[in-house]
């Protein structure tokens, strides 16, 4: 997996779709945030996958360049409320949120301006009969579990259901998983597909029915938009613009795990 993406990137520098050092010289420089975990199919600690690749490509068709930072979820949403960094991807919607940063689109964020749309999906311990239907659990004698600060746990929480939020990988969540401390685990789609493939496949299953599925977006510090307005605009549409590109479009079928919106397909993919 990890040569496709190094292959695709050297793609897309021969397309002229990622920005380089000698391309940036003399351009303002926003500092972004990300988790430090891969969530594949949309990003690589080394800086591979989707979410590089496109914004990359905001950069040079904006003018700017953009430094990526990998660090703690909840670490990287506290450095943007507090205007450390200039923004933070990818992020999902809650209101909750709105205190951190900006969403294109303000108050009701914009789909159409996102990064991407990825989905949770529930895992379970083979043998287990702990189900989701698409509308409630059924037969569900303990906790849920999921990573700490994802936004699947207000959707647990709304379903009444009780929660386990101590792990920051999703490794150590599926680990949490088999040893039976959590009875089922909510992950986003690339990891629920990569992990269950893994060593672990023996051991667990993806219940079919989608938890949610949600858009994420490119969160910029409420700083920047404040100082900048027009700049942040600039850069949430040329998301839409990058997105909706040919080659771009291209590239996610040939990486999504899960059909994209208006790919063709009905909605799919999933993460934060």
Same mark, same amino acid.
């Given at each position: 997996?990890?040569?496709? $993406? ?12 990622? %920005? ?5 010289? /003399? ?6 945030? #990300? ?5 594949? +199919? ?9 979410? $590089? ?12 360049? $953009? =430094? ?18 200039? /923004? ?12 951190? =940063?900006?969403?294109? /689109? ?5 789909? @159409? ?32 579990? #999921? ?5 699947? !746990?207000? $959707? ?8 386990? @939020? =101590? ?12 040893? !039976?401390?959590?009875?089922? %685990? %909510?992950?986003?789609? =690339? ?14 299953? &993806?219940? +079919?029915? +989608? ?12 700083? &920047? ?5 027009? &700049? ?37 993919? #999933?993460?934060?």
């Amino acid at each position: 997996m990890q040569r496709i $993406f190094t292959t695709g990137a050297l793609a897309f520098c021969l397309l002229g779709l990622a %920005a380089s050092p000698a391309m940036a010289a /003399g351009k303002p420089t926003l500092q972004l945030c #990300f988790e430090r975990e891969e969530v594949l +199919p949309w990003r690589t600690l080394d800086g591979g996958g989707l979410n $590089f690749e496109l914004l990359n490509e905001v950069a040079r068709r904006a003018g700017i360049q $953009f =430094g990526y930072e990998s660090m703690p979820w909840k670490r990287c949403l506290a450095q943007l409320k507090a205007n450390q960094v200039d /923004g933070a991807f990818a992020v999902s919607f809650s209101t909750e949120r709105l205190e951190l =940063g900006a969403y294109p /689109g303000g108050l009701k964020p914009d789909p @159409e301006r996102r990064l991407h749309v990825d989905r949770y999906l529930l895992v379970r311990r083979k043998g287990s009969r702990v189900n989701w239907n698409g509308k409630a659990f059924q037969n569900l004698d303990g906790r849920v579990g #999921f990573q700490l600060g994802y936004s699947v !746990g207000d $959707f647990l929480r709304r379903q009444g259901v009780l929660v386990d @939020e =101590g792990s920051q990988r999703s490794d150590e969540l599926l680990q949490k998983l088999l040893s !039976g401390r959590v009875e089922a %685990a %909510a992950l986003g789609g =690339g990891d629920a597909m990569r992990l269950v493939r893994g060593k672990m496949a023996e051991q667990l299953e &993806l219940l +079919p029915a +989608p938890l949610l599925e949600k858009p994420y977006y490119l969160l910029l510090s409420n700083d &920047l938009v404040k100082r900048q307005p027009q &700049l942040a605009e600039r850069i949430w549409n040329t998301v839409l613009e990058v997105r909706n590109s040919p080659a771009y479009r291209k590239r996610e079928r040939e990486l999504s795990v899960f059909p994209q919106p208006g790919s063709g397909s009905a909605h799919a993919g #999933f993460q934060r």
